[in-house]
């Protein structure tokens, strides 16, 4: 699997937008971009997914940059809820091969709100 | 509510005494995984089932065993447990060919 780097840590104040980094400069052209958080004392929790264009979902938005090498995971809003472990993990596109789904979860970036 | 749920929460053990901790899933998923977390490790794979009956080794599966007689079952089997065996152990299903997967809230489990 290609690899992902990312800050061990960050803050940000609660209600101020959160920019989370990832660089994966080893990225192949179908890997899929994933983040998954880990809240303190629960298991891992799917945030969001893209390929190349920018995302947006309920919990996020996934910005990724143009040549793939990199990509932002972008909290609109944090609240004191937001604190979490956040991990970017890159991914073979699941459809067209069912095998093992394994995600390979890095160190992550330890997020804390500040309230 | 879609859930995966892991049984027990907590355990302490003693070494060499058979265990099992229990993980079903309520979305009528196909796969199902195991992973540990060790701090500085990171979770690591230890089994995957892609269906009912189909099973198979992940990274770390020395000491281990699964079985999947029911498509939302899937324990976990310490025959002989040891203290390298502490840890925090999720368990993982997804529909196949999904992105999404869905994690247990965790076993942690101690070994003396």
């Known amino acids: 699997d290609a690899k992902t780097t990312q800050p061990n840590s960050m803050e940000s104040n609660e209600e101020e937008p959160v920019h989370l980094p990832c660089n994966h400069s080893?990225?192949?052209?179908?890997?899929?971009i994933h983040w998954y958080r880990q809240l303190p004392s629960q298991g891992p929790e799917y945030v969001i997914h893209?390929?190349?264009s920018n995302v947006n979902n309920r919990m996020a938005s996934l910005a990724i940059a143009e040549d793939r090498k990199s990509s932002t995971l972008i909290l609109h809003r944090a609240t004191l809820r937001d604190a979490a472990v956040y991990y970017c993990?890159?991914?073979?596109?699941?459809?067209?091969?069912?095998?093992?789904?394994?995600?390979?979860f890095g160190t992550g970036t330890r997020l804390t709100i500040i309230p | 509510e879609a859930q995966v749920t892991q049984n027990p929460r907590y355990l302490i053990t003693v070494t060499g005494k058979k265990l099992t901790v229990t993980c079903s899933q309520n979305?009528?998923?196909?796969?199902m995984s195991w992973y540990r977390q060790d701090p500085g490790l990171g979770l690591r794979q230890i089994y995957y089932s892609m269906n009912v009956e189909v099973t198979d080794k992940g990274d770390v599966p020395e000491g281990y065993k699964v079985s999947r007689k029911e498509k939302r079952n899937f324990p976990l089997i310490l025959e002989s447990p040891s203290p390298n065996q502490t840890s925090l152990y999720f368990c993982?299903?997804?529909?196949?060919?999904?992105?999404?997967?869905?994690f247990g809230p965790g076993t942690r489990l101690t070994v003396t």
């Open positions: 979305m009528n998923h196909e796969y």
């Open positions: 993990i890159l991914r073979d596109p699941p459809v067209t091969n069912f095998g093992n789904e394994k995600l390979t």
């Open positions: 993982a299903s997804a529909r196949a060919r999904a992105h999404e997967q869905y």
């Open positions: 893209g390929l190349t």
């Open positions: 080893t990225i192949s052209g179908t890997d899929y």
